[in-house]
Nanobody, 115 residues
Framework: QVQLVESGGGLVQPGGSLRLSCATS????????MGWYRQAPGDQRELVAR???????DYADSVKGRFTISRDNTKNTVYLQMTSLKPEDTAVYYC?????????WGQGTQVTVSS
């Protein structure tokens, strides 16, 4: 059974930083992409950032220059470093992985940016 375990969400003031982590049970050899999506109340889920198995990274325009996605292959973990956070970044953040056996989601972690 594929597992994606997320951590690192919370409440932060505008301009602050957070780092999200997502550990997966999937072998890195079976992963096509790992990334983060987010969903705010009343909105559709949207891509935030994604890494391919070839090392290419994609970012939503709204987070470019502020968020950085990275991966530690020794820990099968992907990270999302978020800086200069804005209230509009408030959402539930979901880890996602596309693998040789399917597309999988984490349970989500809440990020709230508020003073």
């Amino acid at each position: 059974q594929v597992q994606l375990v997320e951590s690192g969400g919370g409440l932060v003031q505008p301009g602050g930083s957070l780092r999200l982590s997502c550990a997966t049970s999937v072998s890195i050899y079976d992963i096509y992409t790992m990334g983060w999506y987010r969903q705010a109340p009343g909105d559709q889920r949207e891509l935030v950032a994604r890494l391919t198995n070839r090392g290419r990274s994609d970012y939503a325009d709204s987070v470019k220059g502020r968020f950085t996605i990275s991966r530690d292959n020794t820990k099968n973990t992907v990270y999302l470093q978020m800086t200069s956070l804005k209230p509009e970044d408030t959402a539930v953040y979901y880890c996602n992985t596309e693998t040789t056996t399917g597309n999988y989601w984490g349970q989500g972690t809440q990020v709230t940016v508020s003073s």
